[in-house]
């Protein structure tokens, strides 16, 4: 359907350009020395070698966003550059390019529905990108294969969350971590899978999809998943076993019809979506649920690399 959308749109010979929406980040780089007489910054100023990666990052990334800049016109795109969402609708848009690494994809999957999503890692070199389509050498034959239609369309499954049966997020691309307030505190809580429920005292639980299967939760025992598969799956971390009584649910793969319900005990928790930057307090006895989203990310050509 997108590519038929998008050979349609050029066949119709400029009445109606593709529009293009382009989230640049905020090198850590440019924050730092946006915030004055901090450390980072004069450790930037300095050129010392712990911050040697940021600022091969900056340098790299604002030549990835000239050339960007540069290209998009030749094509006969029409496009705006943004450096955050305040104040826009990625709907209002044919096709939402980002320019970083998997942060900013995943930052940017906050905001998109049915939008597709081409990802380009902006700086190489100290970025691992798993979740980006391309470099900005790739940039010129992947806008071509966009104009000819011939650019893979990847569905890509997130999940959604519920505290007390309301939808705080369904956009969930990489991972969800339950977790106590403090990282040296364990988590009491009551975990049902399907017709199985157990109570766990554990370092929390990680919860993720496809997308996010080779990121911590790989490293926390977890599987690699097909990226296409509509599953999801949880790993828990670091359980406490009695002496007799091991625990029973450690791990495990959910189906596309299945839920996921932790019921916190007594004492408070949170949940972090994609990241640090999206929490959610859990008070004693809320329950929050996961399952598969009914809203996927579409990601333009995406190579599907197998690990980090």
């Known amino acids: 359907m997108f590519k038929a959308k998008i050979k349609i749109l050029f066949k119709m010979n400029g009445k109606r350009k593709i529009k293009i929406l382009v989230f640049s980040r905020r090198t850590t780089y440019e924050m730092a020395m946006g915030?004055?007489?901090?450390?980072?910054?004069?450790?930037?100023?300095?050129?010392?070698?712990?911050?040697?990666?940021?600022?091969?990052?900056?340098?790299?990334?604002?030549?990835?966003?000239?050339?960007?800049?540069e290209i998009l016109p030749s094509f006969g795109f029409e496009f705006r550059i943004v450096y955050d969402f305040s104040g826009t609708a990625p709907g209002d848009?044919?096709?939402?390019?980002?320019?970083?690494?998997?942060?900013?994809?995943?930052?940017?999957?906050?905001?998109?529905?049915?939008?597709?999503?081409?990802?380009?890692?902006?700086?190489?070199?100290?970025?691992?990108?798993?979740?980006?389509?391309?470099?900005?050498?790739?940039?010129?034959?992947?806008?071509?294969?966009?104009?000819?239609?011939?650019?893979?369309?990847?569905?890509?499954?997130?999940?959604?969350?519920?505290?007390?049966?309301?939808?705080?997020?369904?956009?969930?691309?990489?991972?969800?971590?339950?977790?106590?307030?403090?990282?040296?505190?364990?988590?009491?809580?009551?975990?049902?899978?399907?017709?199985?429920?157990e109570e766990q005292l554990s370092s929390g639980i990680w919860i993720g999809p496809p997308a996010g299967s080779t990121a911590a939760i790989k490293a926390a025992g977890g599987k690699i998943m097909s990226w296409k598969a509509k599953k999801f799956q949880f790993v828990v971390r670091e359980p406490v076993e009695k002496k007799g009584k091991p625990c029973r649910l450690k791990k495990g793969i959910m189906g596309p019809d299945e839920k996921l319900i932790i019921i916190n005990t007594w004492q408070q928790s949170r949940i972090f979506l994609d990241g640090p930057h999206r929490m959610f307090e859990i008070n004693p006895a809320q329950k929050v649920s996961v399952y598969i989203s009914d809203s996927p990310l579409i990601l333009l050509g995406w190579k599907r690399v197998s690990s980090r």
């Open 35 to 69: 915030e004055g007489n901090c450390k980072l910054a004069e450790l930037i100023r300095k050129k010392h070698f712990l911050v040697r990666g940021i600022i091969t990052a900056h340098l790299e990334h604002q030549k990835t966003l000239r050339e960007v800049e």
């Open 93 to 197: 848009y044919d096709i939402v390019i980002t320019l970083g690494g998997d942060g900013t994809v995943l930052y940017a999957s906050r905001y998109l529905d049915d939008t597709p999503l081409l990802s380009i890692n902006s700086s190489p070199s100290t970025s691992a990108g798993y979740l980006t389509s391309i470099t900005r050498k790739e940039l010129p034959q992947t806008l071509k294969m966009l104009v000819e239609g011939k650019l893979s369309r990847n569905v890509l499954h997130r999940l959604a969350v519920k505290i007390d049966g309301r939808v705080v997020d369904k956009r969930v691309l990489n991972d969800i971590l339950f977790t106590a307030p403090i990282p040296a505190q364990a988590s009491r809580y009551i975990l049902v899978v399907g017709n199985k429920m």
